[in-house]
């Protein structure tokens, strides 16, 4: 078994290719062809829900894989939409929610939400590079979390995006040297830690983002010797969303503050 830095680096020199291979695998293809065949039929939340084959599609695509079962939780997201700060979506701390519902914002642009760019060829982007990362998790798990911090790194504006995210914390963590117990401190405490540790603007800096990964990568395999499971770290259906619920209202409250 090869180690988390050198696995990481086979797979993020050779990117483009390495996506094409995942997008040219028979299921992979499969499903993609009928995704883009079908989804400018679908013209409401009802016949989004209604065809388990395009919902299953887009629910991995945006790593919410997990959360399939829970239609009523969905539904209720797509309805209510992101224009209201007080809406479903905007309120829970998992973002992958969020951004679910801004794309298919079937709240403000009804029949025309999947003619847009980012509801097709974008959603096919999303569902290969996902596959990639579970695929990558499969053989080594610390793989699959430098790749996921890899492409949502330019997402991150301040410490409690990184606090509201499962697997962005555990990158942090152990890229930092944050003790898992730093977890039980109180929210603005944890972010002044991040903060003193890490500049935020660094994480749009390919270089000095790379330079992260590989800390972590190396660190990863230190801590890891007898790695254990993480998909409970991309399972929101485990934490209310992805994020315990007293830390949810610690973000929460100090978002609505700021």
């Given amino acids: 078994m090869s180690t988390t830095i050198a696995a990481f680096r086979q797979i993020s020199s050779n990117l483009p290719s390495t996506l094409d291979q995942v997008a040219k695998d028979p299921q992979v293809e499969r499903e993609s062809e009928y995704y883009l065949a079908n989804i400018s039929k679908i013209k409401s939340i009802d016949d989004f829900m209604g065809n388990d084959r395009i919902y299953r599609y887009v629910m991995k695509a945006y790593g919410l894989e997990e959360m399939t079962y829970a239609k009523a939780f969905i539904r209720r997201a797509l309805t209510e939409g992101v224009d209201d700060s007080d809406?479903?979506?905007?309120?829970?701390?998992?973002?992958?929610?969020?951004e679910l519902v801004a794309d298919f914002n079937f709240e403000r642009y009804g029949e025309t939400t999947t003619v847009f760019s980012r509801t097709q060829q974008g959603t096919v982007d999303r569902y290969v590079r996902q596959t990639l990362e579970v695929q990558a998790g499969d053989?080594?798990?610390?793989?699959?979390?430098?790749?996921?911090?890899?492409?949502?790194?330019?997402t991150v504006t301040t410490p409690y995006a990184l606090l509201a995210d499962k697997a962005l914390l555990k990158v942090t963590q152990v890229?930092?040297?944050?003790?898992?117990?730093?977890?039980?401190?109180?929210?603005?405490?944890?972010?002044?830690?991040?903060?003193k540790k890490l500049d935020i603007e660094d994480l749009k800096d390919p270089e000095k983002l790379d330079k992260m990964l590989t800390r972590f990568t190396a660190l990863w395999d230190l801590d890891n010797a007898q790695p254990?499971?993480?998909?409970?770290?991309?399972?929101?259906?485990?934490?209310?969303?992805g994020i315990a619920t007293d830390l949810l209202s610690q973000v929460q409250k100090t978002?609505?503050?700021g």
Avoid: C, H
């Fill in 87 to 98: 809406s479903f979506a905007n309120r829970l701390a998992d973002p992958r929610y969020k």
């Fill in 139 to 154: 053989s080594n798990d610390g793989v699959r979390l430098a790749l996921y911090f890899q492409r949502k790194a330019d």
């Fill in 175 to 195: 890229m930092l040297g944050l003790p898992e117990a730093s977890g039980s401190l109180d929210i603005e405490r944890q972010a002044d830690l991040i903060s």
């Fill in 228 to 241: 254990a499971p993480i998909l409970s770290l991309f399972d929101t259906a485990s934490s209310g969303g």
């Fill in 255 to 257: 978002l609505r503050r």
